[in-house]
């Protein structure tokens, strides 16, 4: 019972979030103010309510533990409703802090960086704490990170008192429109769409070599679009296909490798993309089916490479088709549900093609899944309070999502004072000396590192505002800048040591984290080639510079390198491939996405010789799967 009550806090919660993303999207915005602020008030509370509760076979959280989080609670209240008191105040600007304003500020950023630690653990926490720092103790600082220096008070007015920074755009954006699309994936998994998908999905895949593995491709492609959180599509997805992936023959580093990759590149598919779809029309300015239109066939493409992956994976091993064999029955109730997912989303196109605001899109989708449930699941009108039970998960899931943003917003009004992102996008094109590749590869660095550990909206925040202006220095269009800046930003989450998908991946498959992060990274590869090929080629986004003989040039020459870059990567086609070549198809694979002709021309000859010579050594040689079973990425 006591269990029960301290859960009913972080339950309302929770549910009130929900409650707050439906609302908005169905009467849009009443007081911009209050809802920014208690929506981040609310998130917190669920965070903090949630460490009050000890989960079955875990001990009592200690007196100290329950004494700072009533701190928390009580400072979230006292920042938060201080600023309520003054932000009539703030709309003018007319406003001088007293000691009091100062001291509450400084609360409500300590609750916020203690909730991101909780949450993200130290890399979101040290990004944001060495922002807060950097106002404050940067004209100390020597060369390009020195700036004129901010006394405390203009660093708390920027960051606390101001819609510029925890309160800003970014966090307005997230209650406006994303959160709505987090209930819709949350209800969608509350309803059973999710286990109806994934069975149809197997069902369709189970008479190829790669079964499982295929199945895990598709259904993360579908739940990561939705997703905000690479690592909770893993885990949702994840538990279904990892066993079924290593029951077929893969070992369990492929089979954990296979789905953090795939769920990570949730976030680049249309037509949601893990939500930052809405954050870079808000950014840029550019509409937001445009970007979806430009995302879609690197995104296809990428995809494309893990199915090439998986098949070949399953040809070296010599896996074969089961023809059917032990596939879970798939019922009336299955098919029903699963056409009520493609509903859902066709309805979200139809209502932004047709000019509708993507909060009211999200909306409706949400409705169409919760008249699906009732209609259709027979458990959910015997049994209604579970709607509120979706409702709450789905309010957990949103709260994570805007402690994160909450935290960027410490990283935005910093970098909105210092002018940081200008000043190293001007020190990264003095290093590069004006040499492109050399600027991108520095980008691509810097990307990597920024993103680690982050969800996909907040590392596309914080990414783009250092290291956007890099590259649009240098001519590339704004819309191909922030798609190279939004795949590395995605791709961090499989790459070492962070790899947060891959950590998340290791535990259902029982391998070891930092061989399922190689796995996925091996995987993933092909994601590291594509940004560079559209920003070379923008043709292939169907937006920029598009002609269909350019976009059928650039297609056929993307789709050439990746498959020179899968096979050299996993050592097989047709059988084993000696180390020359595939250190010859790694090198035609990179020349093929280079825009001089001269270069795309010698790949070309190169990935077609070595081909030629693999086919004419190796007529039809297949490795026994006894023989070949212990030899995978």
Not at 59 to 87: E, K, Q
Request: hydrophobic residues 60%.
């Amino acid at each position: 019972m006591k269990q029960v009550l301290m859960r009913v806090p972080e339950a309302t919660a929770a549910l009130a979030v929900s409650g707050i993303a439906i609302y908005t999207a169905a009467f849009g915005v009443l007081d911009e103010a209050l809802l920014r602020g208690g929506t981040i008030a609310l998130g917190l509370f669920v965070v903090v309510f949630a460490s009050l509760v000890r989960e079955p076979g875990q001990p009592r959280p200690s007196l100290p533990r329950i004494l700072a989080d009533v701190a928390l609670l009580a400072g979230t209240c006292l920042a938060i409703g201080n600023f309520f008191v003054l932000y009539e105040d703030l709309q003018t600007g007319l406003f001088v802090l007293s000691d009091f304003d100062l001291a509450s500020a400084w609360i409500g950023l300590a609750v916020i960086l203690e909730a991101t630690r909780r949450l993200f653990g130290l890399p979101l926490f040290l990004v944001a704490a060495a922002a807060l720092a950097y106002c404050i103790l940067g004209n100390h600082l020597p060369w390009v990170l020195q700036h004129a220096g901010f006394s405390v008070e203009q660093t708390l007015s920027t960051i606390w008192f101001s819609f510029d920074g925890v309160f800003g755009r970014a966090i307005a954006v997230v209650t406006g429109f994303i959160l709505i699309f987090i209930v819709f994936g949350a209800v969608l998994e509350g309803i059973g769409a999710g286990e109806s998908v994934l069975k149809i999905v197997f069902r369709l895949t189970d008479r190829l070599r790669g079964g499982p593995a295929y199945a895990a491709v598709v259904s993360s492609a579908v739940f990561g679009t939705l997703s905000g959180s690479v690592a909770a599509n893993v885990v949702g997805t994840g538990t279904f296909t990892i066993p079924m992936i290593k029951a077929r023959g893969f070992s369990a580093r492929f089979a954990g490798g296979i789905e953090a990759a795939a769920s990570s590149g949730g976030q680049i598919m249309p037509p949601v993309m893990g939500a930052v779809a809405f954050i870079m029309a808000d950014v840029t300015g550019i509409p937001y089916l445009t970007i979806c239109l430009a995302a879609l066939v690197p995104a296809l493409f990428y995809y494309g490479s893990l199915f090439l992956a998986v098949g070949i994976q399953a040809a070296k091993l010599g896996i074969e088709p089961t023809g059917g064999q032990g596939r879970a029955p798939i019922t009336p109730l299955d098919w029903r549900l699963s056409g009520a997912l493609v509903l859902a989303l066709a309805a979200v196109v139809y209502l932004l093609v047709a000019g509708y605001s993507p909060a009211l899109a999200g909306l409706a989708a949400v409705a169409i899944a919760f008249a699906a449930g009732l209609v259709l699941n027979g458990t959910l009108r015997r049994q209604p309070m579970r709607l509120l039970h979706i409702l709450v998960a789905a309010g957990r899931s949103c709260a994570v999502i805007i402690i994160a943003v909450a935290a960027i917003g410490i990283v935005i009004g910093a970098m909105n004072m210092t002018g940081l992102g200008l000043r190293f996008a001007s020190a990264i094109l003095a290093v590069s000396q004006n040499d492109i590749l050399l600027a991108l590869v520095l980008m691509m660095a810097g990307c990597l590192v920024l993103g680690m550990g982050m969800p996909t909206v907040p590392a596309y925040l914080i990414i783009v505002l250092v290291m956007g202006p890099v590259i649009e220095e240098m001519g590339f269009s704004t819309l191909t800048v922030h798609l190279f800046v939004v795949y590395f930003g995605v791709l961090s989450s499989v790459t070492p040591p962070v790899a947060i998908a891959a950590f998340a991946a290791a535990p259902i498959s029982g391998s070891k984290p930092m061989e399922t992060a190689v796995s996925a990274l091996r995987l993933a590869m092909a994601g590291f080639v594509i940004p560079y090929f559209f920003i070379f080629n923008p043709s292939i986004t169907l937006v920029d510079g598009y002609s269909l003989p350019l976009f059928a040039w650039a297609a056929a020459r993307l789709a050439f390198a990746l498959w020179l870059l899968a096979t050299g990567l996993l050592g097989h086609e047709g059988g084993p491939l000696p180390l020359w070549q595939r250190v010859l198809r790694l090198a035609a694979a990179l020349a093929l996405i280079s825009p001089l002709a001269e270069f795309a021309g010698a790949g070309l000859l190169a990935g077609a010789a070595c081909m030629a010579v693999q086919r004419w050594l190796r007529p039809g040689r297949t490795p026994s799967r006894q023989t070949r079973l212990g030899d995978h990425p």
